[in-house]
Structures are given as C-alpha cells and as structure tokens.
C-alpha cells in the first residue's frame, strides 16, 4: 500500500514556473514508477510525465516536452515535477500515481494508486 500526496500546486501568471512534489509513505517507494497526470474541467485525464524506479528513464506527454522536467529523490520519496513556461492550458488538477510495473507507464489505468491531486491555474 502506497499513499501519495501532492503539494506545490497554486495560480501562476502565463510563462511563470512551479515545482510540484509527491511525497510516498512507506518504505517501498523506489520499487514504483512514478507518473503524473493532470485533468481539466471537462476534460479526459491526461499523460503528462512518468519516470522508472531509478530515476533513470523518463518521458513526456507531447504538450509538455521540453518545459515540464520529472525527477525522483528515492532517499526523500518523492517525485517532482518542475513546471516551466507554463501555458493557460496547463489549468488542470494534477495527480502523482503510482505504478509496480518495471518500467513506467503512459496509461493511467496501468497505475495502482493515485494522490487525491492538486491544483494549477495559469493565468493569462
């Protein structure tokens, strides 16, 4: 059993930056890819960022690649996802999840466990 909890999130003007964090209980944190995910009002849940175990493998959703940056601290249990030149359609909630696969996944229903998310808003 994993529980994840997200933080960092809050309202951001256009172009601006944030860094979220997912803090893991337990003491198996490093056996789990890590993804995070976000959601829109009206929207389908969406891919955004997902790395292996060790940190050493990632990849990104296409609206996001080379502004958004994943990164893990197994020592911490913690995930992170470091948000730059952030867009008005970035707006979301964002969840960390968590998935006992070997490698990391881009599909949310390959995920065991889920943060209960926290909010972006970009301004424009």
């Known amino acids: 059993q994993v529980q994840l909890v997200e933080s960092g999130g809050g309202l951001v003007q256009a172009g601006g930056s944030l860094r979220l964090s997912c803090a893991a209980s337990?003491?198996?944190?490093?056996?789990?890819?890590m993804g995070w995910f976000r959601q829109a009002p009206g929207k389908e849940r969406e891919f955004v960022a997902a790395?292996?175990?060790?940190?050493?493998?990632?990849g990104y959703g296409d609206s996001v690649q080379g502004r958004f940056t994943i990164s893990r601290d197994n020592t911490k249990n913690t995930v992170y996802l470091q948000m730059n030149r952030l867009k008005p359609e970035d707006t979301a909630v964002y969840y960390c999840?968590?998935?006992?696969?070997?490698?990391?996944?881009?599909?949310?229903?390959?995920?065991?466990?889920w943060g209960q998310g926290t909010q972006v808003t970009v301004s424009s």
């Open positions: 790395v292996c175990r060790s940190g050493a493998n990632t």
């Open positions: 999840a968590a998935n006992s696969g070997s490698y990391y996944s881009t599909a949310a229903y390959s995920y065991d466990y």
């Open positions: 337990g003491r198996t944190f490093s056996t789990y890819a």
